[in-house]
């Protein structure tokens, strides 16, 4: 039996564990990959104390970090179900284990929201991608479209426009919302064009992708030439295990925690992306308060209880 079990490998996870393994814990954390969401990040740019760091460097120094501790056994597996038991909770993995804790972090993070247009599906992997840093690379000297406004799309189509040859940010509103230093990084880029207030309503291709279409014509053209499409519209919280346990969520669909990022089932606590906490400004340095804030909680608990 475990006192801490922390379900999600991203920045909040890891820091959770980091700080329930200086509170002499024994700890168990588990997620299907290391890294997360945080691995998405071509250049973090506002880690205090990094001036120059990528996502995955960051997150591999967080792994080492916390499962430098005895005291924390770390797993790659899926977590299949969530139970109350007697003296506490029990997780079963997909490899059919099952392991007992006392207290629950959820920290699984969110999803990648799809755009639900024709093609999407049918060309998803042969040119339709979810992650635009991560698959930028592969486009080199093409033309892609980035959808979305905010810092995801962003900074993406900042990262792609270093090797493609031309690429379309397609955003449906007039203003973005993303961060302004993303902003001028993509208006410095001569091979990016604006394409506002449009959306996508069909993703073409014979095989693989060959454009989009929008719902108004763009400069004449109702349809981009495109070889690739980056899709950044945001991500939703990752809350069915923490529904398996009937924690409330918000009105936005968010783990509803409070300032001690406890959930309403007593033991279990949020950190990250999936919780409502941190005005849902989901950010490195906000996931890993959050799962310090939990950790200290699981801590508290336990001691109380
Ligand atoms: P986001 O902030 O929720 O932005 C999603 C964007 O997609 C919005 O511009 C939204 O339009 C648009 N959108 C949503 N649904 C759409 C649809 N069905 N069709 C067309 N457009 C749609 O998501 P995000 O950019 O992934 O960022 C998520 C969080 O991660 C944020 O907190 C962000 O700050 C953080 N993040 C930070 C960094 C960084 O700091 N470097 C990098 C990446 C992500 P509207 O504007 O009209 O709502």
Redesign the pocket.
């Known amino acids: 039996m475990f006192d801490v079990l922390i379900i999600g490998l991203g920045c909040a996870g890891y820091t959770a564990a980091i700080y329930a393994a200086r509170y002499k814990l024994s700890t168990f954390i588990v997620g299907m990959e290391d890294g997360g969401l945080g691995l998405t990040?071509a250049e973090?740019?506002?880690w205090p104390g990094d001036i120059d760091v990528t996502g995955p460097d960051l997150m591999e120094r967080f792994k080492k970090h916390a499962t430098s501790f005895e005291n924390v056994t770390h797993k790659l597996a899926r977590v299949e179900k969530v139970d109350k038991t007697a003296s506490g909770f029990r997780l079963t993995l997909d490899d059919g284990s099952s392991i007992d804790g006392k207290t629950v972090i959820f920290a699984m993070g969110s999803k990648k929201?799809h755009?639900?247009v024709p093609g999407e599906r049918e060309f998803s992997g042969k040119g339709v991608t979810y992650c635009a840093t991560c698959d930028a690379f592969f486009y080199r000297g093409k033309d892609v479209a980035v959808?979305?406004?905010?810092?995801?799309?962003v900074?993406g189509a900042a990262i792609a426009a270093q090797v493609a040859r031309k690429v379309y940010l397609v955003?449906?509103?007039a203003q973005?919302?993303?961060?302004p230093y993303?902003v001028d990084r993509v208006k410095a880029r001569s091979n990016v064009t604006f394409v506002l207030e449009r959306?996508?309503k069909e993703i073409l291709g014979d095989g693989k992708v060959a454009g989009i279409k929008l719902d108004k014509p763009f400069e004449g053209a109702d349809t981009l030439k495109v070889d690739g499409v980056f899709i950044?519209?945001?991500?939703d919280p990752a809350t069915e295990l923490s529904d398996q346990l009937g924690c409330k969520k918000d009105d936005r669909g968010y783990l509803l925690v409070d300032e001690a990022m406890a959930t309403s089932v007593p033991g279990v606590f949020g950190a990250g992306?999936l919780t409502s906490g941190s005005n849902?400004?989901?950010?490195f340095t906000t996931a890993a308060g959050e799962g310090a804030v939990a950790a200290n909680s699981a801590f508290s608990h336990l001691q109380e209880h």
Request: charged share 25%; hydrophobic share 40%; aromatic share 6%.
């Open positions: 990040a973090v740019g506002n929201r755009l639900g959808i979305g406004g905010g810092d995801s799309a900074e955003h449906r509103r973005l919302r993303a961060e993303w959306q996508v950044e519209i945001g991500a992306d849902h400004f989901a950010q």
